[in-house]
């Protein structure tokens, strides 16, 4: 079994404990034959990664259920895949003919898989933010990093049946993933804009502050920007 086949797999292990009416929305896998046969006019080869992915389940048949990736509430078809590609070339957008859009927000942005390549990076496209960049290295480094987020509780359901994420959690799975976009800050530190001085070694509220402040002028400066009070 590949790795992408068990993460996949894991996946739909959480949702069978968690979410029921999800794993029963998902329809099932397409044979390596039928996705030839539904793939047979597309100018790029199919990744290997592809025919993994639709040999899991063929896209969900619900979209009020759940995310296979939170966030992304449409994982479309195969043939929904195809009839956007289509839509997306013909509507003059600055569409990558090699990009295949796999999963969507509300169409608001969306995950494209690269076709015609060994290697099929993951790319992130928000149209309206202007954003086009690839987020994972493959399509199983992003269910990887998803199977780990479900199964350590960094994804979870509330007490009303939405889900939730740990922001610090998962971007720690996501790092060890080598995700590859911008991680929100999780923790507290706080930045000094201001550079180090000689001042900065010294209590000006002590009584000698100005002898002793005298006498730091005159040693060796901390840095080069240390000439500055």
């Known amino acids: 079994m590949s790795l992408l086949t068990d993460a996949l797999d894991r996946i739909e292990t959480w949702f069978v404990s968690h979410q029921p009416e999800f794993a029963l929305s ?26 993994e992915f639709y040999g899991w389940h063929n896209g969900c048949q619900s979209l009020s259920c759940g995310y296979v990736v939170p966030k992304f509430d449409n994982f479309f078809s195969l043939q929904e895949a195809l009839k956007w590609y289509a839509d997306f070339l013909s509507w003059g957008f600055d569409w990558n003919p090699q990009w295949l859009t796999i999963l969507d927000f509300n169409g608001d942005y ?5 076709t015609g390549e060994d290697s099929a ?6 149209p309206e933010c202007g954003i086009e960049e690839i987020r994972w290295d493959s399509l199983t480094d992003l269910m990887l990093a998803t199977a780990e987020c479900y199964e350590t509780g960094a994804y979870d359901l509330d007490d009303e049946g939405y889900m939730e994420t740990d922001e610090q959690k998962v971007a720690e799975i996501h790092r060890k993933y080598n995700y590859r976009g911008r991680v929100k800050s999780t923790t507290n530190e706080s930045y000094n804009p201001e550079p180090q001085t000689v001042a900065s070694e010294v209590d000006l509220s002590h009584p000698n502050a100005l002898e002793e402040l005298i006498q730091a002028l005159q040693a060796a400066p901390l840095n080069p920007d240390a000439g500055i009070l």
Do not use: C, K, M, S
């Not at 099932?28 to 592809?50: K, M, S, W």
């Not at 969306?110 to 690269?114: K, L, S, T």
């Open 26 to 51: 998902l329809a099932p896998g397409l044979t390596r034959q039928e996705i030839d046969a539904i793939v047979e006019n597309f100018p790029y080869r199919f990744p290997e990664e592809l025919y």
């Open 121 to 126: 990076p993951v790319w992130f496209i928000d």
């Open 110 to 114: 969306r995950y494209a898989i690269v």
